[in-house]
C-alpha cells in the first residue's frame, strides 16, 4: 500500500464514524422540529413568515411530510456510511476484493437510488406548497450528479464482484 492511501484510511475511518453519530444526530434534530413544529403550530408558521392571511394548513401538512421523508434518509445513510466503514477496514486489512465489499456496494447503490427517488418527492412536494407569498427554495429534486452516483455503484458492486471471482480463481490456478 503506498504512504498517501495509508494516510487516508485512518482519516476516513474517523471521519465515518464521526458522520454516523452526525447523522443520527440530524435525525433527532428533524424529528424534534417535526414534534415541535405540530404541537405549536402558530408559532412556526410565524417562525418560518407566513404571511398572514395565507391558510397555513397545505404549508404545515406539506412541511410534515417533508420532515418525515427527511427522517427515512437516517437509516439510509447509517446504510451508507457503515458500509463504507467496513470497506475502509477491509482496505486496511490489505483484502478490498472480497465478496462483501461487492454486497456493501450494491446496499450503498440501493440506498442511493432510494434516496434519489426521496429527494424528487421532496422536491414535488416543496413545489406543491411554494408560492409567490411563501417561496420554497429546498435543495432537492433530480439531481444528474446523484443518478450518476447510483449508476456508479451498481457498476462497482459489479467490477467488485468480477474482481472477487478472478481472485480466487486465480487462488485456485496456483
Do not use: C
Not at 26 to 32: C, D, R, S, T
Not at 58 to 76: E, R
Not at 148 to 165: P, Q, S, Y
Amino acid at each position: 500500500m503506498s504512504k498517501p492511501a495509508s494516510a487516508a484510511l485512518p482519516i476516513a475511518y474517523v471521519t465515518l464514524r464521526i458522520l454516523i453519530v452526525v447523522n443520527w444526530l440530524y435525525g433527532a434534530a428533524v424529528l424534534g422540529l417535526v414534534i415541535f413544529a405540530n404541537s405549536n403550530p402558530a408559532w412556526f408558521m410565524k417562525a418560518i413568515d407566513v404571511p398572514d392571511g395565507m391558510d397555513p394548513n397545505p404549508i404545515m401538512i406539506g412541511l410534515t411530510a417533508i420532515a418525515t421523508l427527511g427522517l427515512l434518509a437516517v437509516p439510509l445513510n447509517h446504510l451508507i456510511l457503515t458500509r463504507l466503514l467496513r470497506m475502509v477496514e477491509t482496505v486496511g486489512r490489505g483484502d478490498p476484493f472480497v465478496a462483501a465489499n461487492a454486497y456493501r456496494l450494491q446496499a450503498i447503490a440501493w440506498a442511493l437510488l432510494a434516496l434519489q427517488i426521496l429527494s424528487i418527492v421532496i422536491g414535488t412536494i416543496g413545489k406543491a406548497i411554494s408560492s409567490r407569498e411563501f417561496p420554497l427554495h429546498l435543495d432537492a429534486g433530480f439531481s444528474t450528479s446523484g443518478w450518476l452516483a447510483v449508476i456508479l455503484m451498481f457498476v462497482l458492486a459489479r467490477v467488485f464482484a468480477e474482481g472477487t471471482l478472478m481472485r480466487e480463481d486465480l487462488r485456485g490456478t496456483i
